[in-house]
């Protein structure tokens, strides 16, 4: 059974930077195509970025140039870098894989105080 567990959320500044990773107990390769999504207070969850089993990335609008998502396969791990983050990123941020399935991470909160 794959599992994907988060790590590296936190509490930071206005400004400020996180790098959330998410562990998958299996190989990454098996997933087409991993992400992150968020889901803010009262709001949707959002695709904030992805990145293909072939390296190609996208990212939502309002993260462009401040968000890059990068994917470590000999561990296994896919991470978040986050910068100049804003209060508006704070949110639940969610682990993503997809194969012939979809898989999710518990989530791992991301705050932003101004």
């Known amino acids: 059974q794959v599992r994907l567990v988060e790590s590296g959320g936190g509490l930071v500044q206005a400004g400020g930077s996180l790098r959330p990773s998410c562990a998958a107990s299996g190989n990454i390769l098996s997933f087409n195509t991993m992400g992150w999504y968020r889901r803010a207070p009262g709001e949707q969850r959002e695709l904030v970025a992805a990145i293909t089993s072939g390296g190609a990335t996208n990212y939502e609008d309002s993260v462009k140039g401040r968000f890059t998502i990068s994917r470590d396969n000999a561990k296994n791990t896919v991470y978040l870098q986050m910068n100049s983050l804003k209060p508006e990123d704070t949110a639940v941020y969610y682990c993503?894989?997809?194969?012939?399935?979809?898989?999710w991470g518990q989530g791992t909160q991301v705050t932003v105080s101004s």
């Open positions: 993503w894989g997809t194969s012939v399935f979809n898989y």
